[in-house]
């Protein structure tokens, strides 16, 4: 027999989270809000960095307050931390309170039509089934509106109810100065004077850091936990996450003159090198990360020199700059530093005109996946 490689080393690179890290990110986020309970806010598969390995790392931090976006989200944390409290912050889905309830898990009641159905459920089982109610402020996205107001409290009356958390969500955090928030928050906490000794909740992370006023009961940082900027304008004191390398496939000379890629964008003015990277759309490339002759694209880093990328992003490659690069690092094999020390998510984000939200959701990919610095399981309940 000859020997084969093992098919986790065919995977076009790899994407290294680091537990340890999140978990400092949480006890800091829990440190700044000192006074209030510091919820994690775990959609989204984790923000892209896996549910059911960063849910337990939260726990034995200190998380006991966990939302996700959907009910089939919640369903697969409480397999994971069976004595944590979930929230669901789409909502109810229709039909679904039962399978809620029976999981023990908390929807966010978004609409006078989720509160009608699960107050209903909780009437005809004789049980207060928590759950909490979310009022817009603002943002008109998701919750009641302020003049839905009279007739949440006249069904939360007529079913004996008391919700377990009211919560709103501010439009503009990621800037702290603009207005809206200081609007926002003066218009959350008239509403929370119809709910007294009920734990309120409005900051995400931005508003998190943004300073003591938006605390108020609880915070629900998201973003940065996976070390993410959450404010624009100010230094990110998070500490990285998510680290991807990937190895190069071929290199090749490009003479002075001649373009690289699809559409034939990018001309070389003299005589180059590039690598070409066995990854594209399906891992997490965004096409805004490619670039032209008249605009520069993403940049990777190679043993600590800066590699930009040139040409269009293909589905499953991508070429990158390695002229500058000392002789014998760029060759077939070699580690390119997609993520890690040298390039954050937020330098990705910027160099494709988005934020580090999408970068980290986007990082599905065929990769293999390592978990490290795990600070070890403790009693999930
Ligand atoms: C996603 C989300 C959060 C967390 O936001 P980050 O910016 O990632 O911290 C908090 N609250 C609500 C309602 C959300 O949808």
């Known amino acids: 027999m000859t020997q084969h490689a093992q098919p986790a080393d065919l995977a076009p690179g790899r994407l290294t989270i680091d537990l340890g890290a999140i978990a400092r990110n949480w006890q800091a986020l829990n440190k700044i809000s000192a006074g209030a309970l510091t919820g994690a806010v775990i959609k989204s598969d984790a923000y892209g960095t896996g549910l059911r390995a960063v849910a337990p790392v939260l726990f034995a931090a200190g ?16 397999e994971a931390l069976p004595g944590s409290h979930i929230f669901v912050f789409n909502g109810l889905w229709p039909g679904a309170a039962a399978t809620y309830a029976r999981a023990r ?16 459920y909780c009437v005809e089982k ?4 928590p759950a909490a109610i979310h009022f817009d402020t603002g943002m008109n996205r998701l919750g009641h509106s302020v003049d839905e107001i009279p007739a ?8 004996g109810y008391a919700p377990q958390m009211i919560m709103s969500h501010l439009a503009c955090a990621d800037i702290p100065e603009h207005d809206k928030n200081r609007q926002q928050l003066s218009a959350f906490k008239s509403v929370a004077t119809h709910f007294p000794d009920i734990p309120a909740s409005i900051a995400n992370s931005a508003a998190t850091m943004a300073g003591r006023p938006y605390h108020l009961q609880l915070v629900r940082p998201g ?24 190895p190069i496939v071929q290199v090749r000379t490009v003479k002075g003159g001649e373009t690289v890629g699809y559409g ?16 594209g759309y399906g891992d997490g490339l965004l096409r805004a990360m490619g670039s032209a002759t008249t605009y520069t694209g993403a940049r990777f880093a190679l043993g600590g020199t800066r590699v930009p990328v040139v040409g269009r992003i293909s589905m499953d490659l991508v070429a990158i700059d390695v002229t500058e690069v000392p002789e014998g690092l760029a060759a077939p094999g070699r580690d390119v530093e997609i993520l890690g020390a ?7 984000a910027d160099a494709a005109g988005t934020i580090g939200y999408e970068i980290l959701t986007a990082l599905q990919g065929r990769y293999r996946r390592f978990y490290v610095n795990d600070i070890g399981m403790t009693d999930t309940g």
Not at 152 to 159: D, K, Y
Not at 264 to 279: C, Q, T, V, Y
Request: hydrophobic content about 55%; glycine content about 8%; proline content about 5%.
């Open 264 to 279: 034939a964008g990018h001309s070389f003015e003299r005589d180059g090198k590039i690598a070409i990277l066995p990854l």
């Open 152 to 159: 949440v409290l006249a069904l939360l009356a007529r079913a």
């Open 342 to 348: 040298n390039v954050g998510i937020d330098d990705l």
């Open 126 to 129: 004789g049980e207060a089934f």
């Open 223 to 246: 973003i940065a936990l996976f070390g993410g900027r959450a404010i624009m304008a100010r230094t990110n004191p998070m500490v990285p996450v998510v680290a991807l390398e990937v």
């Open 105 to 120: 898990i908390m929807p966010v009641l978004n609409s006078i039509e989720m509160v009608e159905e699960w107050l209903g």
């Open 63 to 78: 998380a006991r307050f966990f939302f996700v976006a959907t009910p089939d989200e919640a369903l697969s944390l409480r």
